[in-house]
């Protein structure tokens, strides 16, 4: 008999009760918000025991006014079931730079990029990953694009530059910053004169 996923989260709260945080249904799709300690045994357990042999993605979405501040999100998917699964953990306490959680790389090896993705453009780490570095920003970039404390367009540089954030090292006096501030306000700043409450990106060279 197929298992749907509406029967998954039931015997996933049976199974794990103290791992589950919260139970969403939403458009007749499941998703199941776990404890950040229980995600490698409710996996585990997905992929052995239910079947849920495909993960289709791994992202993560950014509250900052929120704590915990980041979900970390995994789309699960049972080609035997034809069955969809959404899990869910939430990382970030105040004043945490690089919150982490458990590599998933041991039960689905697929994980690797989309771990590195999310590490790269949020900054969240992923314990035990057998290859943890940036795989779409340069491995010199000191900030992660898509928190939404980011800068909105980096520095507007002229032909033929790239455009987007460059390396201080390169004509300090070319181009502007447009940077976010706290309350949704552009503010352009020449690189010589960086605002200190935003993410600056790579860090000037003395």
């Given at each position: ?33 776990l404890?950040?300690?229980s ?12 079947r ?14 929120r ?10 998917l ?11 953990v ?10 982490s959680?458990?590599s ?17 453009l ?22 992660h694009?898509l928190?939404k404390?980011?800068?909105?367009a ?21 181009g ?31």
């Amino acid at each position: 008999m197929a298992i749907t996923a509406a029967a998954t989260v039931t015997l996933v709260k049976e199974k794990f009760p103290q791992a589950v945080v919260e139970i969403v249904e939403f458009r007749a799709e499941q998703t199941i918000v776990l404890q950040a300690a229980s995600l490698i045994s409710v996996c585990t357990y997905l992929q052995k025991n239910l079947r849920y042999n495909f993960l289709s993605t791994v992202t993560a979405v950014d509250w900052p006014e929120r704590t915990p501040r980041f979900d970390v999100v995994y789309q699960l998917l049972s080609l035997p079931n034809q069955s969809v699964l959404r899990l869910k953990v939430r990382v970030g306490e105040r004043g945490e730079d690089h919150p982490s959680v458990p590599s998933v790389t041991s039960i689905w090896p697929g994980a690797n990029w989309y771990e590195r993705e999310v590490y790269d453009l949020f900054g969240l780490e992923f314990a035990g990953h057998p290859d943890l570095r940036r795989i779409m920003m340069p491995p010199d970039w000191t900030t992660h694009p898509l928190r939404k404390d980011y800068p909105l367009a980096g520095f507007d540089l002229p032909e033929p530059h790239w455009g987007g954030q460059v390396p201080y090292d390169t004509d300090a006096g070319v181009g502007s910053q447009t940077l976010r501030s706290t309350d949704g306000r552009e503010l352009n700043d020449n690189r010589s004169s960086l605002n200190p409450n935003q993410e600056p990106g790579t860090p000037k060279k003395n």
